[in-house]
């Protein structure tokens, strides 16, 4: 990941990226945390907005693979949320490793 290249195309500095990619990493790893929990309680209408929430703050940073993840998720969650635990640990595994490139970078 091109940090600076990252930044430039969406405007900002590379201080002002960094900010965000450290308030997203923090934020994502408890949303999704939370959106396990959600799942295996039934709660598929908070799970979806959760969803909905990630996937707008990957847009918004760039990430558009975790954002088509995550619109597959809220998919899945109607038609077979036995599913989604697995490719939630998935997505929490991917923002720990851009936690770990973020924390390498610096």
Do not use: C, W
């Amino acid at each position: 990941m091109d940090i600076e290249k990252q930044a430039a195309q969406l405007g900002m500095d590379e201080a002002e990226y960094k900010v965000l990619l450290r308030l997203f990493v923090q934020t994502s790893v408890a949303e999704l945390s939370d959106l396990q929990d959600s799942i295996k309680a039934g709660g598929h209408e908070k799970a979806k907005h959760l969803l909905h929430s990630f996937k707008g703050a990957s847009v918004n940073l760039g990430f558009t693979e975790l954002a088509d993840q995550s619109l597959y998720l809220q998919n899945l969650v109607d038609s077979d949320p036995g599913q989604a635990p697995e490719l939630i640990r998935k997505l929490i595994r991917e923002i720990r490793d851009l936690e770990k490139y973020f924390t390498a970078s610096r």
